[in-house]
């Protein structure tokens, strides 16, 4: 995968698959998330996934619970709900499908 | 050594340098802007707060305790812009209402068109077209309202102005917009516009030669004016004896001036625009010195119109309705012009010139 400009909108359309997955390992807060990210090709900063993951909460596909910090002030950890994994594991039967339906296409040489 | 103001950010002190704090709050500020029609605005807003709360921690220690605006400034990168969604944009841009300003990105000549194109939603090109054809059909007149629009109209500098210019929101995804906009890119432009400015940019090279081949003659008619000149033969008499020497350089010369500088900047703005180019800084200099000598041309023409617009008249009416200068007799009132007309008039002979006509003599002073 490169991480040319010309995938940043497929990119885009799949940061919400990555996080979802992310959280759906462990309960993460959102520094955990863009360090999960990092290096990766979904990497971003903070200015993207808080309004997404605003939206994803809103969607009814995470949900947050508060906790202390050792350092600093209380944090939101982030867990899928329900929902969340539901669409997550959707997601990803769709994604597979897509992409065999690439190879087919192409005829069988992909 | 810069200047350092505490800020509260989710309910913390901060100490940043102020140019840093600028930064964050316009940062703050175009966050806020896209996520306007965010719901949970108030809520992302103080998650990205306490996100530079975090950040600014880790940069600080004991021994430091000021955030720079270096550290500022890649903070704030590492961020991101925050984005709305493009929904956000897109009804955020159908209530902004638009104004008319000057935009220079892209311009050809002032920006006045290209200004006018954003504000009526129309092709920068047309709206050329129009202002050319608008000033050919008022003999020139039209360069008049283009020029007082340029210089009165604001211009749209920061991306703030050109989101109001254009009636889009000041978001990333506008400013991207905007910026793809611009690009020459010739698959963006539509198969019937590509004609349109093809066409045009045929159009401005014709006009382009044309005004330079103008210009060449022009300056030409001046050398050989001045020429003549030296050699007597637009020595003038009587009257407007006055007139001869330094006058009769520099009202040839304004006049030539007169003439000659429209057809320069006719020149070069066609050419730019059959080039496909834009303004530069230097030849917005130079050609606003050039309106500025052709202006002052202007004066001088009317100074001098208006100081011996009566020795011509007593000269005329004195000389049997002819003007003379040098060897040639000009009848310029035919009510006072004899039918004989040039035999029997005698070219006036002064003091200082007792000679033949035609032959070339020169005043002293």
Known sequence: ?110 | MRKVTTTNLNGRAYQLEEPAYEKLQTYLGRAEAALTDNPDKAEVMSDIEQAVADKCDRLLTAHKNVVSLEQMTDLLKQMGEVEGTADEAQTAAAGRPKRLFVIHDGAMFMGVCNGLAAYLGLQPNLIRLTFVLLTISTSGVWILVYLVLGLFLPRAETEAELAEAYGKPLTAQGIVARARERAPSAESMERASRLVARVLRIVARIISVASAIGFGLATFSWLWTLWQVVLGRLHLYDQLHIMNGWREWLTITAAYLLVAIPLVLLARLTGRMADNRRQSRLSTVSESSLAVLWGLSIVTLIAFATAYAGNVRDYVQSHAGHLDVGGSHLCVDDSRCDTNGRKSYERPSSPADPQMPGKPTLYNY
């Open chain 1, 1 to 110: 995968m490169t991480k040319d400009d010309s995938y940043g909108g497929l990119r885009k359309g799949l940061l919400e698959v990555a996080v979802l997955s992310v959280v759906s390992a462990q309960e993460v807060y959102a520094a955990d998330i863009l360090e999960h990210l990092h290096g990766t090709e979904f990497e971003t900063g903070e200015g993207t996934l808080y309004p997404l993951l605003s939206r994803l909460k809103r969607e009814g596909l995470l949900e947050y619970s508060w906790a202390e910090s050792t350092s600093g002030p209380p944090r939101k950890y982030y867990g899928l709900t329900a929902r969340g994994t539901q669409r997550l594991a959707d997601t990803k039967t769709y994604l597979h499908e897509l992409t065999s339906t690439l190879r087919t296409l192409g005829g069988n040489n992909a």
